[in-house]
């Protein structure tokens, strides 16, 4: 049950990471093929902080792919639950929250 709540949490960031990563793309692309000035435009925001967002919010997507995979690990070795700093189990509510958390909220 923990394995497959896992999965599903890695499916969604893979999708969103993929989702991200096009986009970043597709600004890289547009930005490229235009010579607008959009550092000075009043209209908006500019392409240097959509490409600032999207590169974090990329960042982001992969951390969550990572700390997943390392609780996928954690599930494998017996470890999952218990806080990596004291030993003890983490409670409940916080791995309903946060089920990669690797410390209990005494040690986090």
């Known amino acids: 049950m923990v394995r497959d709540e896992l999965l599903r949490l890695r499916a969604r960031a893979e999708a ?3 989702t991200l990563a096009q986009d970043l793309e597709a600004l890289f692309l547009a930005s490229r093929d235009s010579n607008a000035d ?41 470890t999952y639950g218990l806080c990596e ?3 003890q189990p983490i409670g409940d509510e916080r791995l309903a929250a946060r089920p990669f958390a690797r410390f209990c909220m005494a040690c986090a």
Do not use: K, S, Y
């Open 16 to 18: 969103e990471a993929a």
């Open 38 to 78: 959009d550092e000075h435009d009043p209209e908006g925001a500019t392409i240097g902080f959509e490409r600032a967002q999207l590169t974090a919010l990329l960042a982001g997507a992969r951390a969550r792919i990572a700390d997943v995979d390392d609780a996928l690990r954690r599930v494998d070795a017996a």
């Open 85 to 87: 700093r004291c030993g």
